[in-house]
C-alpha cells in the first residue's frame, strides 16, 4: 500500500485517487473509508464514484468542478492513519450455488486438472470467504479476491459462445459469477438461482465493493425453487 | 399508441439520451448519444431539453414512416435525408404530415446522425435514463437496436410544438466533417508503464481509424507505443475517452458502451470537449493527437460546455411567427398554416 495518495488524472473530468498497485485487504478497508469520506463532502460537482482494486474513481461536473475543495479535502485524508483504524466488518452475503448435473459443464474438468475430487473442489469452494473488490467490466460482475489456489484453473482454450446468466465460474485463481448471458471462457461449475444485476431493483447490483461472499451448495431442488422465487421480484 | 415505424433499420440505429449517470460502481456503462453536440442541438430546435430521447443514425439511415404528425430535426452527418422524395435540411426543425416517409440516400460527410422529435421519443426509462445498453439488453426500445417494424412511440403534437418548424442551426456552427482531425488530449495516467519518449512518437504519428470501430470503442492503427514491461495492469475503472494500449501498441479510444473497467494501459485520455469530433470518425479517417497540460484541458472544455449552454439558450428563444395558426384543408391533404397580421 501507498504512504499516500496518488492522484491520476483520467482526462479532465476524472480523477482516481490510487492507495496501491496489488490487490490486498489492507487497502480494500482504506479504499471503503475514502469512499465514506467522500460521501460526506457532498460535493454537488461529484456524478460518480466507483472503488477499485487499486483506489476510488471520482467523476466530475467540468462546468461545477471545485478543485480547490477537492484538493482541500484529499489532504486531509490520511491514508496511515486509516489503514490504522481499519475496521473489519463486511456485509456478507450468501450465494446458494447448484454445483455440477448440467449447471456445472466444467467441474469435471477443474477436478481432473487441479488433482481434487469433485466434492473436493465444491468443498473448497464453498469453503472460501471471498472479499468483493470491485464490480465492473458487465454490469453486477463481482471482481472477488480469496479463491483457494488449489482450483486455480485455466480459462476454456475456445470460449463458449453463450453462458447463462447466474454461471459460476474459475478462470485462473479468480472465480466468478456471470450476471448478465455472455460468451466467455470460463470454467463453469455451477449455477445460483440468484438475479445478480436486475435494472427495476434499487440496488441493481446485488454484490457491491466491500462485500463478503460465500458459496452455499445447495440440491437442484431448491435451486428451481429458489429461481422461480427470484424471478418474481 | 402513436408512433414512428421502422420501414427499414439503417445500419446501427439506436433509441440514446445523455447516457445512465450514477451506476458506474454496479457496472453500468454510461452509453448514452455518441456525440452530444449533435443530439443536444437537434432537441434544442424542436423545443426539447437536451436530455430527451433521440435516435442514433450511423452511417446507413433507416427509412421511417411516420404515423403520426411530428415536428423533428436531423443532426450531425449529412446522410442526404430526404422526406417522400425530396431533400430536407439537416440542422433545421422540419414537420412531418401522417404517411410521410423519412429515407436517406447516403452518407456524405460524418459517421452519426441524430433525429430528435418534439416531447421526445417515449421509450421506457431504466434507471433514469432512456439509452440502449445493447449489452446488458436494456433501455431505449426493448434494449436492441432499431429493426423492420419497430414502432417508436412519441408525444401527440399540439399546437405549441408545431412552432417549432423553421428553427435553424446557424450553418457557422454546424461542423465540417474532416476526415484529418486534431484531438486534444491529457496525457497519462500510465506513462511510466512506456518506454521514454512515447509520448512524443504518439504525438508526431498520425493513427488511422480502422474498421474495427463502434460504441464500444475505436481502433486505431499507427506507429506500435511500446511498453516497459507488461501491457495490462489491474482492472480499474474507465472514462470515456480513456485511450488504452494493449500488448500490440495501437491504441484504442474507449467511448460510451465500453465496460466501466479495463486492465490495460491507458496513455492518455481525450477531452470531454472533443468526444463529439470521434463520434463522427469512420474507418479510414486520421487523427493527430495533441497533448494539453491539465489546465489547459480544463479551460478548453469550460469553455466548450459553457459555448453549448449560449446555443441552448439562443435555440430555445426562437422566434415562431406571429399571428394565429389554422389547420387547412387543401384538395383533402391538411396543413399547418400560420396566419400574420400586416401591419401599416
Given at each position: 500500500m501507498h504512504t499516500d495518495l496518488k492522484l491520476e488524472w483520467n482526462g479532465e473530468a476524472c480523477l482516481s485517487l490510487v492507495v496501491t498497485d496489488k490487490i490486498e485487504k489492507e487497502a480494500l478497508v482504506v479504499i471503503q473509508a475514502l469512499s465514506q469520506y467522500i460521501d460526506l463532502q457532498e460535493w454537488s460537482f461529484l456524478t460518480e464514484r466507483v472503488p477499485s482494486y487499486s483506489g476510488l474513481t471520482l467523476y466530475f461536473d467540468i462546468l461545477q468542478l471545485r478543485e480547490d475543495l477537492v484538493m482541500t479535502a484529499l489532504s486531509q485524508f490520511s491514508l496511515k492513519g486509516e489503514a490504522a483504524k481499519a475496521i473489519t466488518d463486511f456485509k456478507e452475503i450468501e450465494i446458494p450455488v447448484c454445483y455440477g448435473l448440467q449447471y456445472g459443464p466444467d467441474l469435471e474438468k477443474v477436478a481432473t486438472h487441479t488433482g481434487l475430487s469433485v466434492e473436493e473442489v465444491i468443498s473448497k469452494h464453498t469453503e472460501g470467504v471471498y472479499l468483493v473488490y470491485m464490480i465492473g467490466f458487465m454490469p453486477g460482475f463481482a471482481y472477488m479476491g480469496g479463491m483457494d489456489e488449489t482450483l486455480s484453473t485455466p480459462r476454456l482454450e475456445q470460449p463458449r459462445l453463450k453462458i447463462e446468466a447466474g454461471a459460476v465460474g474459475i478462470a485462473g485463481q479468480q472465480t466468478g459469477i456471470y450476471p448478465l448471458e455472455s460468451p466467455g471462457g470460463w470454467n463453469i461449475i455451477g449455477q445460483t438461482p440468484l438475479r445478480l444485476f436486475a435494472p427495476e431493483r434499487e440496488k441493481p447490483s446485488l454484490l457491491e465493493a466491500g462485500m463478503t461472499v460465500r458459496f452455499k451448495s445447495v440440491t437442484e431442488a431448491v435451486f428451481l425453487d429458489l429461481k422461480q422465487k427470484a424471478g418474481d421480484c | 399508441m402513436i408512433g414512428i415505424r421502422v420501414e427499414q433499420q439503417g445500419l446501427m440505429t439506436t433509441i440514446q439520451d445523455l447516457g445512465r449517470v450514477g451506476h458506474r460502481a454496479a457496472g453500468i456503462s454510461q452509453t448514452g448519444s455518441l456525440d452530444t453536440y449533435a443530439a443536444s442541438i437537434a432537441n434544442w430546435l424542436v423545443g426539447n431539453e437536451e436530455q430527451s430521447a433521440v435516435m442514433e443514425m450511423t452511417i446507413i439511415g433507416p427509412v421511417l414512416k411516420f404515423e403520426t404528425e411530428v415536428i423533428f430535426s436531423l443532426c450531425g452527418a449529412n446522410l442526404q435525408p430526404v422526406l417522400n422524395g425530396e431533400p430536407i435540411p439537416n440542422w433545421t426543425a422540419v414537420q412531418a404530415q401522417v404517411g410521410d416517409v423519412l429515407s436517406f440516400l447516403?452518407?456524405?460527410?460524418?459517421?452519426r446522425t441524430y433525429m430528435a422529435v418534439s416531447g421526445g421519443f417515449q421509450t421506457p426509462l431504466v434507471l433514469g435514463s432512456r439509452s440502449t445498453h445493447v449489452k446488458a439488453g436494456m433501455g431505449g426500445h426493448e434494449g436492441r437496436p432499431l429493426k423492420k417494424g419497430d414502432l417508436l412511440p412519441v408525444m401527440s403534437l399540439n399546437l405549441e410544438a408545431k412552432a417549432w418548424t423553421g428553427n435553424r442551426l446557424d450553418p457557422s456552427l454546424q461542423p465540417q466533417y474532416e476526415s484529418e482531425v486534431q484531438i486534444a488530449m491529457l496525457p497519462g495516467p500510465h506513462l511510466d508503464r512506456f518506454v521514454e519518449g512515447v509520448l512524443e512518437v504518439f504525438c508526431a504519428s498520425p493513427y488511422k481509424v480502422t474498421t474495427l470501430c463502434d460504441r464500444m470503442g475505436f481502433r486505431l492503427a499507427g506507429t506500435p507505443l511500446t511498453h516497459k514491461a507488461a501491457a495490462d495492469l489491474l482492472s480499474e475503472p474507465n472514462q470515456i475517452g480513456s485511450i488504452q494500449v494493449p500488448g500490440d501498441g495501437q491504441p484504442i479510444i474507449l467511448m460510451n458502451d465500453a465496460g466501466t473497467t479495463g486492465g490495460y494501459t491507458k496513455i492518455a485520455t481525450v477531452l470531454q470537449s472533443e468526444l463529439h469530433k470521434i463520434a463522427q470518425l469512420g474507418s479510414g479517417d486520421v487523427i493527430q493527437f495533441v497533448p494539453l497540460s491539465i489546465e489547459e484541458a480544463r479551460t478548453r472544455s469550460v469553455t466548450y460546455f459553457k459555448s453549448l449552454e449560449s446555443i441552448k439558450k439562443e435555440l430555445l428563444a426562437w422566434q415562431r411567427p406571429l399571428g394565429k395558426a389554422f389547420t387547412v384543408k387543401v384538395n383533402g391533404k391538411s396543413y399547418s398554416v400560420y396566419v400574420e397580421e400586416v401591419k401599416g
Open positions: - | 447516403g452518407k456524405v460527410t460524418g459517421s
